[in-house]
């Protein structure tokens, strides 16, 4: 089966362009999480969603950031304009269904913002 | 709000010896699941082991294996026969609905 894909796998783009990460998450499951990993943070919940719909977004920093869950397979998290200080690691995770259960990582996206 | 300590940034052990990596939590709730989880330098998150909180025996993987301790609200991950590969960054998690994770320990293995 395949895991959780995620695109691109590295990012470099200059301040106030438009990021956009993608993820697919693992066919059957229910919930979609997006976290954002650096050295100072450490790993953050950004937002979740279940069942398409978003259900948690106060990890999510500030106005510039937007998710979008469109359908079961897909779900995009936009930045615009970008920062330097958005520069991390992007994970997107699913989970077959609610949030306790194991959360099965993608490899991550590395944005860079000049 | 849960809480999720790592309190050791780095550890060090030698290949074939066994290494403990400690983990404490802070919740009021009462089922929850706890989990470790492995980061390589590859930087992809892979899951090593999960306890469920309502199980008082301790969760087992291969060489991997925790020793859970509800009241004390600790989790450590204990690696035996520890091997190169294991080299990693290793993340405790706390899920209570949320996942939570700790600020992680890197690991060292000298050949």
């Known amino acids: 089966d395949a895991g959780v894909i995620q695109s691109p796998r590295h990012e470099v783009t200059e301040m106030g362009q438009e990021v956009t990460l993608r993820c697919k998450p693992i066919?059957?499951?229910?919930?979609l999480f997006w976290y954002r990993q650096t050295m100072m943070r450490g790993l953050e919940l950004l937002i979740y969603f279940n069942n398409n719909v978003p259900i948690d977004d106060s990890g999510m920093p500030e106005d510039r950031f937007s998710a979008k869950m469109p359908n079961a397979s897909f779900s995009t998290l936009k930045i615009q304009p970008s920062e330097p200080r958005d520069s991390a690691v992007y994970f997107c995770?699913?989970?077959?269904?609610?949030?306790?259960?194991?959360?099965?990582f993608g490899p991550g996206t590395r944005l860079t913002v000049l | 709000a849960q809480t999720v300590t790592q309190s050791q940034p780095e550890m060090s052990v030698q290949e074939a010896e066994t290494v403990t990596l400690s983990c404490t939590y802070d919740?009021?709730?009462?089922?929850?699941?706890l989990f470790w989880y492995k980061q390589p330098p590859s930087r992809q998150m892979i899951l090593v082991i999960r306890?469920?909180?309502?199980?008082?025996q301790n969760a087992t993987e291969n060489r991997f294996s925790v020793n859970f301790q509800k009241a004390a609200k600790s989790f450590s991950l204990k690696i035996s026969d520890s091997q190169l590969g294991d080299a990693a960054m290793y993340f405790c998690a706390y899920n209570g609905g949320v996942m939570r994770f700790g600020a992680g320990t890197r690991l060292t293995v000298k050949p």
């Open positions: 995770a699913s989970t077959p269904s609610g949030g306790v259960d194991t959360q099965y």
């Open positions: 306890q469920e909180a309502y199980k008082q």
């Open positions: 919740t009021s709730e009462s089922d929850y699941y």
């Open positions: 066919s059957g499951h229910n919930s």
